[in-house]
């Protein structure tokens, strides 16, 4: 079982942050933070805690929410749509759900770890079952050149409504 600082607050810039990050991450830690942006939305919401774990590149699927860096040397946390292998390891398209375009090809060296939980509200959201399934239907969507359509309008509306998924995407 992994153990938590009682940190609550470190003030530092994005860079330091993804420093810090990354090497909590290679130590085999947990990393929790508030996540600022809109750029994951509805799933990942500005001000929501995210709880990330170290991964191993093999076991990164399409549709987990991976923290990288992205392009511009930026720290991001962005949704996997595709996964490929090249000479140097395994590579990953990665995107914001409300993002326009991709962040491009991303090195297995650039991803610091998955995101595991959310806490919204108070309430814990573990990224696993109904959210996975959230996911593989945003990767789905993406595949298809469905993103900006009425039916991925339409999709996202019935979702929205029915019990399972009220509670991610409401």
């Known amino acids: 079982m992994m153990q938590e600082s009682n940190l609550t607050n470190l003030p530092c810039t994005a860079a330091e942050f993804g420093d810090l990050s990354a090497d909590l991450l290679k130590m085999g830690k947990q990393v929790r933070f508030r996540a600022t942006g809109s750029s994951m939305h509805p799933l990942v919401r500005d001000g929501d805690t995210l709880l990330i774990s170290p991964c191993q590149p093999s076991d990164i699927r399409p549709g987990d929410i991976l923290l990288c860096v992205g392009a511009h040397q930026r720290v991001v946390v962005h949704r996997v749509i595709r996964r490929k292998r090249s000479r140097h390891g395994a590579q990953f398209l990665l995107q914001g759900d409300k993002a ?3 962040d491009g ?3 297995s060296s650039a991803i610091y ?3 595991e ?4 509200d108070g309430k814990r959201i573990v990224t696993s079952g109904r959210f996975r399934f959230l996911g593989l239907v945003i990767v789905l969507a993406y595949r298809l050149g469905l993103r900006h359509t009425t039916l991925a309008a339409w999709l996202s509306r019935l979702l929205k409504h029915l019990p399972a ?3 991610y995407l409401d």
């Open 100 to 102: 326009a375009q991709s």
């Open 105 to 107: 090809w991303i090195d």
């Open 113 to 115: 770890g998955r995101l």
């Open 117 to 120: 939980e959310i806490t919204r």
């Open 165 to 167: 998924f009220s509670g």
